[in-house]
């Protein structure tokens, strides 16, 4: 009998030890799940990008360079084929503000994308510094990114690109 109250214990604080693993990972506020997308996307982390942010089809976003995002689909392409064209990512915020009313949040964000890219032996860097803005709404207790508009903080981009070489990687 006290082997099998010693076994439902166990199971009991394994079950508790999980789920509060699961919610310390889920993000809680805006601005956390903005700042865990921004690092997944550092990490090529696709499917932690795809539980953040809604994949409503009529959702449009806008980013750098005139692309056009409808749905989840489109954005998702595109950025599996920015994942497998760029060697590293590194995407360091620089200033965010978040804004909330009840279920719905919009923030102002300041970073730079910094991306590698293989130039020969040599790793290509290119520094965007990058001004974003978006809109977040809390669904089934889960803040989801819906849709963002992304912009250059300069016009200036001559000092952005520079040669790493293969040491420094």
């Given at each position: 009998?006290?082997s ?7 199971v ?12 310390a990972a889920e ?22 990008l ?7 089809a ?6 750098v360079?005139?692309r056009?995002y409808?749905g989840w ?8 084929e920015?994942?497998?064209?760029s060697k ?5 915020i620089?200033?965010l503000t ?11 964000m ?7 890219v293989a130039?020969?032996?040599?790793l290509k ?11 977040l709404?809390?669904?089934?207790g ?12 300069s016009?200036r ?8 070489p293969p040491?420094?990687?």
């Open positions: 009998m006290m099998l109250r010693l076994c439902a214990w166990s009991l604080v394994f079950c508790l030890s999980i789920s509060t693993v699961t919610l993000p809680s506020d805006p601005e956390s799940v903005i700042r865990q997308m921004v690092r997944a996307n550092a990490e090529k982390d696709l499917p932690t795809s539980r953040l942010m809604a994949h409503d009529d959702i449009v976003s806008y980013a360079a005139g056009k409808i689909t489109e954005l998702e392409a595109g950025m599996r920015e994942f497998v064209n590293k990512l590194e995407l360091p620089h200033a978040v804004w909330t009313k009840g279920d719905l949040a919009w923030y102002a300041e970073l730079d994308y910094i991306r590698y130039d020969g032996a040599a860097r290119t520094v965007l510094p990058m001004r974003e803005t978006g809109v709404e809390r669904r089934n889960h803040w989801q990114l819906l849709s963002w508009h992304e912009s250059f903080r016009a981009f001559d000092e952005s690109v520079t040669s790493v040491t420094a990687r």
